[in-house]
């Protein structure tokens, strides 16, 4: 029994090690507890994390491709969002882009949701000096008006696999971490 519990140890210590360097881009937690979501199980949580009083996730259906399923931008108490975005029956991806952050010593990644005049993006990055950085910044005619640091680990899938993968176009529009 304690072998058993000392390979599951030396694979989980593996698989955190391969995440931080496969994953330098969008890190994921290694650890069994996960962050609040507004996901259903059914669901893939592709961004999630608690901002103290509320939670911000980022949902797909389990269909997600390149010319499949949908995502969803949700935000509120847990439970109980208060804004979904885009609605179930609008063209995400024409709202949806994808974005790639290059640091020294570090990088990140970060998904923007187009709502009129704001803009709700989500983000991870890692960067030499300031270690990692997650939450979602809202912007308002392209100016920052809110900017929510996720509290504890957040869950997230963001980075250039996934923006293929989804067929989710680049974001020209760029983005400054808060």
């Known amino acids: 029994m304690s072998h058993h519990r000392g390979a599951i140890a030396t694979r989980a210590a593996r698989c955190c090690g391969a995440v931080a360097v496969a994953f330098v881009l969008a890190p994921a937690p290694c650890s069994a507890e996960t962050a609040a979501s507004h996901c259903s199980a059914k669901e893939q949580t592709l961004f999630s ?4 009083s509320k939670t911000v996730s980022v949902c797909a259906t ?19 969002a208060e804004l979904v975005y885009p609605p179930a029956a609008a063209n995400w ?17 970060y998904l923007a ?15 030499s000096g300031w270690g990692e950085k997650a939450g979602v910044a809202v912007e308002k005619q392209g100016k920052r008006v809110a900017s929510l640091p996720c509290k504890g680990k957040e ?10 993968k ?7 529009a760029g983005f400054d971490l808060p």
């Open 155 to 164: 869950t997230s899938e963001l980075g250039p696999d996934l923006f293929t």
């Open 93 to 109: 991806r024409k709202l949806t882009r994808g974005g790639v952050l290059t640091f020294a010593g570090g990088g990140g990644a």
């Open 62 to 80: 389990p269909d997600l491709s390149a010319d499949a399923g949908s995502v969803q931008y949700r935000f509120g108490k847990t439970g109980a």
């Open 49 to 52: 994390c608690d901002t103290g």
């Open 113 to 127: 949701f187009t709502n009129a005049a704001y803009r709700y993006v989500v983000y991870t990055a890692v960067g």
């Open 166 to 172: 989804a067929g989710i176009a680049d974001d020209t």
